[in-house]
Structure formats: structure tokens, C-alpha cells
């Protein structure tokens, strides 16, 4: 059974910092993807990660992806509070095709000023 | 319409309704699926169609029933759902998942 974890679950900080969240997935998988979701909102794609080694970045946001290691990061340089979100990483069931995604329990992030 | 839309945006049910919930996807994806996410368990896959094929079925209670008459169109059928079944439903599509897939903004769904 695939499993995703994500950590840490819930984390404040304040504008300006650094900080990273880790996903680690159980099985092979090539592929992640990483999205946002803000409060009553949906899902928002942010990367697309389809390979060993891929390193994506938009803004103030950079995910990587090492399949090796099952380990994926989203690195937040900066930070600002329009950041805060929910942040989720998800992996396919089976590499395929048309695959369900598995998702991490997400990362609640608050930035404050 | 662009993206992925969904209808209601909102329901209430009593737990001997029967209603149903409408995804419609305008991007000429080939792929749709289902997911509820609930307060209480993480994003959980329902069901995926491909090429209007149902190809997973995640141990979901017959009392979901999910229907895909073409590829453009997917509907989730509900009756006699229990209060635990409250959530956010949400539909996605994708062009199988070479780029990800992209969500519709939900059915928040409560039932009494």
C-alpha cells in the first residue's frame, strides 16, 4: 500500500524566513506532484515533478524530487504571507496512466508579518 | 466555462435523498476522477475513469455511484448516505498524468 508522509503537518513563521517541507512516499514512483490549497478553496497545482533529480521553481517556491530516496522537498525562500496555504504532496498508485493520486495529510503553513 | 467545474457548490441531504453531483471538464482532458476530503482523513481517491472506462474503484460504498457517459461529463450518484459522509467532494481531471491533474472547486456536502 502507498503511503505519503508529509512533515511537518502545521507550521508559523514569520515573513522573510527559510523553510522546507518534506514528503516521503513508500513505494517507486518517478512522479510528484506538489499542490496548494487556501482555506474553502480547491486543489491548485504548483510543480510536476516527472523525474529523478527534477528541480522545478516558481517565485519564492522550489520542490525537488529524489526517487532514489522516495524524498521530495518544497523549499520556501523568503517567505511572504501570501504564502499561507495548505500545502500537499501526492503521489500516483501505480505509474501508469490514468492513476489515482495518494495524497500526504498536507502542511498548514502561517506566515505571519 | 475553462477548467474544471462542478455543481452544486453546496448541498444538504437527508440521509434517504437521493441526489447527484455534476463535474464537467473543458479542457479535453481524458481522464476523470473523484476524491472526498473530509476533516477527520486526508484527500481519499474515490474513483478514476479513463477514456470513459471505469478503472479503479477505491473500496468505496455502494452507495456512491459514479457514472461517465463521455469524456467531458462525470456525475457522482448519492443515496442513503450516512452523516460521516459529509465533505468536500472533488472531481479532477487529467490528461492521463503527464502534467497533474486539475481539480474542480468542490461540492461541500453535508448530510443530516
Known amino acids: 500500500e502507498l503511503k505519503v508522509e508529509q512533515n511537518p503537518l502545521f507550521l508559523s513563521m514569520q515573513e522573510g524566513k527559510n523553510y522546507t517541507i518534506y514528503c516521503n512516499y513508500s513505494?517507486?514512483?518517478?512522479?510528484l506532484y506538489w499542490y496548494r490549497q487556501d482555506p474553502g478553496k480547491s486543489l491548485e497545482s504548483l510543480f510536476v515533478?516527472?523525474?529523478?533529480?527534477a528541480v522545478k521553481q516558481e517565485g519564492r517556491l522550489m520542490a525537488s524530487l529524489d526517487t532514489k530516496a522516495r524524498l521530495s522537498t518544497l523549499h520556501i525562500t523568503a517567505a511572504v504571507h501570501d504564502l499561507s496555504a495548505t500545502y500537499f504532496c501526492a503521489v500516483p498508485y501505480s505509474g501508469g496512466g490514468a492513476d489515482g493520486l495518494t495524497f500526504g495529510k498536507g502542511t498548514h503553513l502561517i506566515i505571519q508579518p | 466555462e475553462t477548467g474544471v467545474t462542478q455543481t452544486p457548490r453546496h448541498l444538504v441531504m437527508g440521509m434517504t435523498n437521493k441526489k447527484s453531483l455534476k463535474c464537467e471538464q473543458h479542457?479535453?482532458?481524458?481522464?476523470m476522477y473523484w476524491y472526498k476530503q473530509s476533516a477527520k482523513k486526508p484527500l481519499e481517491l474515490m474513483f478514476v475513469y479513463s477514456l470513459e472506462e471505469r478503472v479503479e474503484n477505491n473500496s468505496v460504498p455502494s452507495r456512491f455511484s459514479p457514472e461517465c457517459p463521455n469524456s467531458s461529463h462525470l456525475f457522482l450518484h448519492l443515496h442513503t448516505l450516512q452523516p460521516e459522509d459529509s465533505a468536500l467532494y472533488l472531481c479532477?481531471?487529467?490528461?492521463?498524468?503527464?502534467?497533474?491533474?486539475?481539480f474542480g472547486p468542490g461540492t461541500r456536502l453535508t448530510v443530516l
Open positions: 479532477a481531471s487529467s490528461q492521463w498524468l503527464v502534467r497533474g491533474q486539475f
Open positions: 479542457l479535453g482532458h481524458n481522464a
Open positions: 515533478l516527472l523525474s529523478n533529480g
Open positions: 513505494t517507486t514512483s518517478d512522479r
